[in-house]
Each structure stands twice: as C-alpha cells, then as structure tokens.
C-alpha cells in the first residue's frame, strides 16, 4: 500500500481556505488524515513539498459528453461511430479531463448507453470516476434523437426510465426544450406535455434515481420546476424575444433547493464559428446574457454546480472545466462559491458526497495541486502542478 505526503501552503478543502501551511497524508486510494501549520511528516511518509501551492479536492465536470469528440459536429456524428471507437473516445476525453484536474464526470448524454457499457467493462482508477445518465430522453425527432432515446407518451416515458434503471445509470437526464444543435427543435418551447414529465419524474423516483432536464427554453425551466426535478441543465430561460431569468424564478429554484448547472466556459484560443454565433444571437445567449443569468440564480441563493458540457466541439473540449469557472467568476460569484460548485456540492449532486469532493481523512484520494491561491486568482486552475487520482499522481 502506498503512503504519500503532500505539504503545501494551504488549501480549500471544499468549503472553505485553510492558511498557514497544510498537510495531505494519501495512504493508498484514501486521504489519511489532514493537518493544518507546519507538523511533521510521519516516519515513512515520502513527502512532496509545494512551499506556494494550494491542494483542492480533485474537480467534479458535472455536464459532459464523454462519446463526442470535440469535432466539428460532434453530436451529430455519434450515429454514425460503432461502439468501439466511442470506447477509444470515451477514455480519450477522460484522461483529458484528469489532466485538467478533474476526477469525477457526469456524462449526461452517450448514444445507447456506450459510456454505461464501458464504465462496467473498463473503468478504473487511473481514470475519472463516472456518473453516467445513458442516452437522454428525448421526444420523437427531439434534441439529440439520434442517441437513441426518443420516447412519447406516459408509458413511454415509464418505459424509457425502465430501462436506464435496469442499465444502471445513475440518473435520468430528460431533454426538456429542444436544443441549438440539433436542426428542427425548438429551444423556445418544451418537448414533453406535464403528464409525460410527471410519468419519468415518478418513474424514476420509485427507482431511487434522480432527475436532471436539459432546459434552455424558460417554459421549460417552469416545467421541471413544476414537476419536481432534482436537477437543471442550461437554464437559460429563453424566449421567442431572447433570454433572461427573472427573479421571482430564480427565488423559487434556491427555495425549491434544485441543482442548476450553467454551462459556461468555452477555450479562449477557438473562434466560434460564425454560424453558430448567428445561431445563439437568435435566441439572445450573448456571453452578457448567460453571465448575468448566471449573477440573478448565485443572488438568489440557487444551488449551482460547476458543468462544462465538454465534447461538444472545438470551443468546448474535454478538460475545459477551470475555463467554466474562471466564467463563474467573471459572472460576479466569488472564487469559494465558483470553486464549491466544482468540489463539494458538485460531489453531492453526483450522489458521491460522501467520498469525494472534500480534502477530509477518509475520503478518495483526488486531489488537485496548483500554484498560487484560487480563491484570489482562479486562473491558476488553467495550470495544475499535480493532479492525484484514487491516490496515485497522474502524469499529464
């Protein structure tokens, strides 16, 4: 079994900075024991020294898509790819999410339940840990139908949660509006009546699995909401005249206590595609408009966690986590609450609150190692000095 020392100047543990020198004891895939000042290292304890670093629970990605490439179309081409190249792009994407400092993804949609398939034959622990949804939900000819998820009808609402339970997933993602990539939908409006929604949402409840809807149209925010969702994805409430989150619906998702995860963060080096900008400003998402949705939901005290929705394409690669918190941030959040929402309560909405998402004795060893202090720069996440993994130091 492995023993390992990590002494640094300080660290967030999840919630909160500790200053004045820290020390991780890792013994084997499990922290050890935490120490704050300076304390010797136990007999035995190889110790790695980081006299100007900060130690931070490794990074939860709760919104990714871990079969899309980050090409060009890269939803669109998953009809097309057979399942054992999606396994080569699966570990691809996670080890470039590792590599960023990111131990724990929340794929919320493959194609045919792929990334369900492969955590059972292959998952392991020099790679991320995997919460997985399976295909999403989808109406008939809906957002991102070609995963395989198309459902109509209560019973084939019921059904479809059926079946994701039996596959082991996690939890049930529901496409709730129609989507910007997927020609046809409608990103203003929703895809399912109330009955449907309510069919899944019980379904899936009974089976002690939660529920996430992907949701930009503001209907659709409304909807989930109303029939009782765990989570939000987007929820950028927009409308045939553009977007905007009013107050009173942002008071009543922190009341409600759903989990909202904007998806900000694109890598600064891509030019989006003009298409795709033309394609946003029709629908109001500026960067000013998705940032100020993101400043009324934190205000009102909503319980946001930190999602990239990486693999969609060039703008939106795997491992661009830290770029969707250096957002949250610009957004007007404080670098703790950016940084809460990446680690602990990004943990709790993966159902691993237990054991990831804090430096606490007992919890898995992730760690992630980065020069300086994030709560005052959150940049330095862009250059991690060392990331752990159950443990073990993963080289980049």
């Known amino acids: 079994m492995a023993k390992r020392a990590i002494r640094a100047a300080r660290m967030f543990d999840g919630e909160r900075l500790w200053d004045g020198g820290v020390l991780v004891l890792l013994d084997d895939t499990r922290i050890a024991d935490v120490h704050r000042g300076r304390v010797e290292v136990p007999a035995g304890w190889p110790v790695h020294e980081e006299p100007d670093a900060t130690v931070l629970p490794g990074l939860v990605d709760a919104h990714v898509h871990l079969c899309a490439d980050a090409g060009l179309d890269a939803l669109g081409r998953l009809a097309e790819r057979p399942e054992p190249d999606l396994d080569a792009v699966i570990e691809a994407s996670l080890r ?32 991320p840990t995997v919460v997985g949804s399976g295909a999403p939900i989808t109406s008939v000819g809906g957002h991102c139908w070609s995963m395989g998820g198309e459902a109509h009808g209560v019973d084939g ?36 009546t109330d009955q449907e929604f309510v069919a899944a949402v019980t379904r899936a409840h009974d089976a002690g699995v939660p529920v996430t809807a992907h949701a930009h149209a503001l209907s659709a925010v409304e909807q989930a909401l109303r029939v009782g969702v765990d989570g939000i994805e987007h929820g950028t409430c927009v409308t045939a005249s553009g977007a905007h989150v009013p107050d009173d619906l942002a008071e009543r998702l922190a009341r409600s206590g759903v989990a909202v995860c904007a ?4 890598d600064p080096a891509v030019v989006t595609p003009p298409e795709v900008v033309a394609m946003a400003a029709r629908l109001g998402l500026s960067e000013a408009t998705l940032r100020e949705g993101l400043t009324i939901l934190h205000r009102a005290g909503v319980r946001l966690v930190a999602g990239s929705d990486a693999g969609l394409g060039p703008a939106k690669p795997h491992g661009i986590l830290p770029e969707t918190l250096v957002e949250y941030v610009a957004s007007g959040l404080p670098a703790t609450a950016a940084l809460t929402a990446a680690t602990s309560v990004g943990a709790q909405v993966c159902g691993l609150g237990r054991r990831k998402g804090r430096v606490r004795p007992g919890f898995d060893g992730d ?30």
Request: net charge positive.
């Open 367 to 396: 760690l992630l190692v980065v020069t300086g202090d994030p709560t005052s720069d959150i940049t330095v996440l862009r250059r991690p000095l060392a990331v752990y993994s159950a443990g073990t130091p993963v080289s980049g």
């Open 263 to 266: 998806t900000l963060g694109t």
């Open 157 to 192: 609402m019921r059904e479809a949660v059926r079946l994701r339970a039996e596959a082991g997933a996690d939890l049930v993602k529901v496409m709730a509006s129609g989507g910007v990539f997927t020609p046809g939908t409608d990103t203003t409006r929703p895809q399912f």
């Open 96 to 127: 470039s999410h590792l590599t960023a400092g990111v131990t724990t993804v929340r794929d919320l949609g493959d194609r045919r339940d792929a990334v369900l398939r492969w955590r059972d034959r292959k998952a392991r622990d020099d790679l």
